[in-house]
């Protein structure tokens, strides 16, 4: 408890306010009546910079001795933080100089740059940042401003949790998204203070969840930078901040792991209810908070907050986010269908479907007796997959579900009707290479002139990483030598040879 009374001093002493503002906690009307509880939306995404990180980074700097302060700060960071490190330091009077990823979008860079901040263009991930950031920091004699590791930056953080509780009367619990752990840490610390009934429960994506693997090995682990997610960017960390686990492991009640779809539905779900677009991170603990309520069904309405930690998304992310909410929410369905390549066949797959709303068909004649169609339907949240798919069955159709499969959703969709000519041996692969130029020149350099690609497919998402579908002419065999070749180059990669919507629709 005297650690947290450390902290909660901390907290009431911190200077946020002279940048940051405090922001409202909003009832979400639509998600409460989808989930017969009270929810409220903390809304973060309306500080100056669209999120939180403003609070922690000022509070930091504004610690600092005028010795310090001469001498200028660093910091690594692709977005929130980096924005949040320059407004404070313009405010301040501080040289600020932060190291970005070489694929960092170029909305993220120049609002830094507008914001006065010296910008350094290094390395593809926040690893090769931090590490370049750090060099710099002892060659030059700049202070560190870490986005989540530090006392001060965690207090800062912690006058969130400190809003909610003078906005809110006594919430049953409040969710919180997961990176680092510097926002959960400082709003756990408060609120456990003074309201320890109070439930904290953490929100990760489910390919970056290192607070959840944390706790559950009961020591803080690093994950492996191959399992990472890159979708919900603001959180893809793969290890949890050593002091903000010293306060999780005692002050966190739960952690809850979401999808991609899920997280894309949360944004949908944040703007029905506010008209603001949530970036994915920004989005997670709304989604994490969907998800708790629905594996906790009780009779008793609960009051939950839910905090909605940013808003800095490219526009450009839209299209892959609408494409992708309607199976979050569990309202669309994906399924090949193989149905007879004859004429009449397509009215008598519709009538099969009845009233059931087609959000997706995609199919192009390839000869033989069998078309295979890639078809998305609307379903009733909580409808079984499966049951819809054995109403096909029963009808007579080879049906495979396709919903959970990223090569289907990501590559394939797109693809459809784009078959191998001939009988070439193939191997195939999905891959996550860093968006920036010369990127993709570099994937074709490093497989040399000794494999021939038999098919590739690429869309721009608007995000840091762009992804790739392709296929190599080899035997299986070959396949050990090629994963040579892929992993000079590397790009992260998974095999998806025998992916059964490759089967379906692009053999």
């Known amino acids: 408890m005297g650690k947290l009374e450390h902290y909660v001093k901390k907290i009431l002493a911190s200077r946020v306010y002279d940048v940051a503002v405090e922001t409202p906690l909003q009832d979400a009307r639509n998600i409460s009546a989808r989930l017969g509880h009270r929810v409220a939306l903390k809304r973060e995404d309306l500080q100056p910079v669209y999120s939180f990180k403003l609070r922690g980074s000022y509070n930091r700097m504004a610690q600092l001795s005028d010795a310090d302060r001469a001498r200028g700060v660093i910091a690594a960071s692709a977005g929130n933080h980096a924005q949040g490190v320059a407004l404070s330091a313009g405010k301040l009077g501080i040289k600020a100089h932060i190291v970005m990823g070489r694929n960092t979008p170029s909305i993220k860079v120049d609002a830094v740059r507008n914001l006065g901040a010296r910008v350094v263009l290094h390395g593809d991930t926040y690893q090769h940042a931090a590490e370049h950031a750090a060099k710099l920091a002892d060659r030059r004699g ?5 986005p989540y590791d530090d006392v001060d930056v965690i207090a800062g953080q912690g006058t969130v949790g400190m809003e909610i509780m003078n906005q809110h009367p006594g919430p049953d619990a409040i969710f919180v998204p997961v990176g680092g752990g510097g926002l959960i840490a400082g709003i756990a610390a408060y609120v456990k203070y003074l309201r320890p009934r109070t439930r904290i429960v953490g929100v990760e994506s489910e390919g970056s969840a290192c607070l959840a693997a944390a706790l559950e090995a009961g020591r803080r682990v690093r994950l492996p930078y191959d ?3 890159l979708f919900a960017d603001g959180v893809s960390v793969a290890q949890v901040g050593r002091e903000p686990f010293k306060i999780a492991r005692n002050c966190v009640d739960s952690v809850v792991t979401v999808s991609i779809d899920e ?12 008209r603001a677009v949530a970036e994915p991170a920004g989005a997670l603990a709304v989604a994490g908070l ?44 994906i399924f090949g269908v193989t149905i007879p390549e004859e004429q009449g066949s397509f009215r008598r797959f519709c009538r099969t479907l009845g009233k059931r709303s087609v959000t997706e068909f995609n199919y192009r004649f390839a000869g033989g007796d069998e078309a295979h169609v890639y078809v998305g339907l609307e379903v009733e ?31 394939v969709r797109h693809m459809v009707g784009g078959r191998a000519f001939g009988s070439k041996p193939e191997l195939l692969y999905r891959f996550e290479f860093p968006e920036r130029p010369g990127a993709l020149l570099r994937f074709l350099n490093g497989l040399g002139s000794r494999w021939n690609i038999t098919m590739f497919h690429y869309r721009n998402h608007g995000s840091a990483w762009g992804r790739v579908f392709a296929g190599f002419e080899a035997q299986a065999n070959e396949k050990a030598r090629l994963a040579t070749y892929l992993d000079r180059i590397g790009y992260r990669y998974w095999e998806e040879t025998g992916n059964p919507a490759v089967e379906l629709f692009l053999r």
């Open 142 to 146: 700049y202070v560190w401003v870490h």
């Open 227 to 229: 399992s990472l997610d």
């Open 263 to 274: 997280i894309c539905a949360a944004i949908k779900d944040v703007f029905d209810d506010t």
């Open 290 to 333: 969907k998800k708790y309520a629905e594996r906790n069904r009780r009779s008793r309405s609960r009051q939950f907050v839910a905090v909605v930690s940013g808003a800095n998304v490219n526009f450009d992310r839209l299209r892959h986010i609408s494409e992708r909410a309607e199976l979050g929410e569990h309202r669309e369905a």
């Open 381 to 411: 949240p909580g409808e079984d997959r499966q049951a819809v798919a054995d109403s096909l069955a029963r009808a007579g159709y080879r049906v495979t579900d396709m919903t959970g499969n990223e090569a289907a959703k990501l590559h």
